[in-house]
């Protein structure tokens, strides 16, 4: 028997990975068509400052130039203990890596209009400080409401399914 991925603090689970910072709003002001896992380009001042837990990633994007996917947007701040020429620029821009097929994909459809690419999460994986990016499409206050009502309407159904079978009621 399969035991289930246990949560502990700081939002980690038994599959080896620890979430660092998220854009759970995305979901809401974004309609999200595809995710991609990217691994970043840091120096060493900004991956002790993400040990520790330090990053928001909220304002950030990403966009492929000259055949590279870089992200900008995302506030890393310096690590305290880095002195002199040890810190970083906490808004500079930062590489992302992906094979040459993920880029060209996304490259294609971003081109296509009406698109962005928008983190999605932030997290620690074996070790090393890995990126889920999304590819999204933005929603208007019209679309907004009209998901809410639609999740409403389903947290609805399923509680009175679970209200008639819990009393019996058929």
């Known amino acids: 028997m399969a035991k289930k991925g246990k949560k502990t603090k700081r939002g980690s689970k038994d599959d080896g990975t620890t979430l660092i910072a998220s854009y759970k709003r995305a979901y809401r002001d974004y309609e999200i068509l595809d995710?991609?896992?990217a691994g970043m380009v840091l120096t060493g001042?900004?991956?002790?400052?993400?040990?520790?837990?330090?990053?928001q990633i909220a304002e950030g994007y990403a966009r492929v130039r000259k055949g590279e996917m870089w992200l900008d947007g995302i506030h890393?701040?310096?690590y305290t203990n880095a002195i002199g020429f040890g810190a970083h620029q906490p808004d500079r821009e930062?590489?992302?890596l992906l094979n040459r097929a993920e880029i060209d994909k996304i490259d294609m459809r971003t081109a296509q209009g009406g698109l962005t690419i928008v983190p999605l999460r932030l997290y620690w994986k074996g070790g090393r400080a890995k990126l889920e990016i999304g590819l999204a499409k933005g929603r208007t206050k019209g679309d907004k409401r009209h998901n809410l009502a639609e999740r409403d309407a389903d947290r609805e159904i399923e509680t009175a399914f679970n209200r008639a079978v819990k009393y019996g009621n058929s």
Request: proline share 10%; net charge positive; aromatic share 4%.
């Open 35 to 37: 995710t991609w896992e």
């Open 45 to 55: 001042s900004e991956v002790k400052s993400l040990r520790e837990g330090n990053a």
């Open 76 to 78: 890393i701040p310096p």
């Open 94 to 96: 930062r590489k992302l």
